[in-house]
């Protein structure tokens, strides 16, 4: 799955950000790349169609160290959130090596992160990965709404494998590199298991 680049003696891993539309993917993404050092960042990519966007940046995190001698470069992915832009979050998901699940903390957004979830399990078993043996967190987003469902039932509908979960509010940070050093940390041991 992991892309070596032995010129540049780097390890390229593909993170995707999953979840439903306006669950809080791209703000995460934005928070991470506004808050990640300049010489340690590629540029943010917007590809935006009439109906539908995807962002994409990679960094080089220099505390996270070498692997063999390799830097490990991230790739960080988010999906258009809609279902219905089903080709699309395929097609993003094709060699990825961990997932985020982003769940919007609402009440009545509770239906869409159960679509969206399943949506994501039969996207990646059509490609032949198993979101139970990837590197995987969960997200709970938006938790300074009053509407915000309590942690216990997110995780009850959302996590029943009991995957690392964060909350998170996405738009002040709180939460977003708690998140994402958890994944890459998944995704490192994979690598360093030669996985």
Do not use: W
């Not at 790739?75 to 089903?86: A, E, I, K, N």
């Not at 979050?89 to 239906?111: H, N, P, T, Y």
Request: one cysteine or more.
């Amino acid at each position: 799955m992991s892309f070596i680049n032995y010129s540049s003696r780097e390890i390229n891993c593909k993170l995707v950000y999953y979840g439903p539309g306006l669950c809080g993917k791209t703000t995460n993404l934005q928070y991470i790349y506004n808050k990640t050092k300049a010489d340690a960042k590629g540029k943010m990519i917007s590809l935006a169609t009439e109906t539908e966007r995807t962002l994409f940046f990679d960094f080089l995190p220099l505390s996270l160290g070498e692997i063999r001698g390799f830097r490990t470069r991230f790739h960080l992915y988010t999906v258009p959130g809609q279902v219905f832009y089903d080709a699309s979050r395929k097609l993003i998901l094709k060699g990825v090596d961990g997932v985020c699940f982003v769940a919007d903390s609402q009440m009545e957004r509770m239906e869409a992160n159960i679509e969206s979830l399943e949506n994501l399990r039969d996207n990646l078993t059509e490609q032949g990965y198993d979101l139970d043996k990837l590197p995987y967190v969960v997200q709970y987003n938006k938790r300074d709404l009053p509407s915000a469902v309590p942690v216990e039932e997110l995780s009850e509908a959302l996590n029943p494998t009991r995957v690392p979960e964060f909350d998170a509010i996405a738009t002040s940070g709180e939460g977003v590199f708690d998140t994402l050093k958890a994944l890459a940390k998944q995704v490192l041991t994979e690598l360093r298991k030669g996985g």
